[in-house]
């Protein structure tokens, strides 16, 4: 009896992984979608942020981070006619790539990752 509950509750956990992975790698969706680096986590974060709470961390840390950066680089766009915009925008691209990247390994050892950057809209 007590194998069959460690081992659907290391299957919960493996889930819950899954989970927070799936809300950081789903933010890859803005290089493809307008708007699917935010659209994207905040799907997979209302659907699993009841069944999961490491999925519900995640997807604000991962919300919060997008969010922010998304004003960035609405900033950096009208920084563009002064000339130093286009160097903060691809600051700010090599900053999402590295930091998501960085979170679905984090995710992956069961690590909720802080952002860095991150205007807490969601807490």
Sequence with gaps: MEDLQSTHQSNNQKQARDMGVLVHASSFAGYVIPM??????????????????????CGKNCLNFKIS???????????????????????LALLDIICTIIAIIKAT????YQYP???????
């Design 36 to 57: 699917g680096s935010i659209l994207g986590p905040l799907i997979v974060w209302l659907m699993k942020r009841d069944e999961f709470d490491f999925a519900n961390q």
């Design 109 to 112: 050892e069961g690590v909720a």
């Design 69 to 91: 950066l998304f004003i960035y680089v609405c900033i950096s766009a009208v920084l563009m006619f002064v000339g130093i915009g286009f160097i903060l925008l691809g600051a």
């Design 117 to 123: 950057l991150s205007i807490k809209f969601f807490k």
